[in-house]
């Protein structure tokens, strides 16, 4: 079965920036969303980011507050999405997972942990 393996996470202090990467380790087929999410101890998860595939072209999706300050992208030759992460602020602080669906299965990554602190 496809893993998904979440890097990138790490401490950086607010106004810096991050890239995660979400690696998977096969090829997942007939994929219909690409999603960051992330999620605080105790509390519930919110999608960061999506990507909706569509043989018209994909369409992004973003939290309000990351717009314009985060980009979700792919890189299906790797068969890898990314966020890249700007203007990082502390709340931005928590565990960041990405999920792919198709059709048939609903792949997670185990997450990474982004800290933004000075």
């Known amino acids: 079965q496809v893993q998904l393996v979440e890097s990138g996470g790490g401490l950086v202090q607010p106004g810096g920036s991050l890239r995660l990467s979400c690696a998977a380790s096969g090829r997942i087929f007939s994929i219909n969303t690409m999603t960051w999410y992330r999620q605080a101890p105790g509390k519930e998860r919110d999608l960061v980011a999506r990507?909706?595939?569509?043989?018209?072209?994909?369409?992004?999706d973003y939290a309000d507050s990351v717009k314009g300050r985060f980009t979700i992208s792919r890189d299906n030759a790797k068969n890898t999405m990314y966020l890249q992460m700007n203007s990082l602020q502390p709340e931005d602080t928590t565990v960041y997972y990405c999920?792919?669906?198709?059709?048939?299965?609903?792949?997670w990554g185990k997450g990474t942990l982004v800290t933004v602190s000075s």
């Open positions: 999920d792919v669906k198709n059709a048939i299965m609903n792949y």
């Open positions: 990507i909706i595939v569509r043989d018209s072209g994909d369409r992004t």
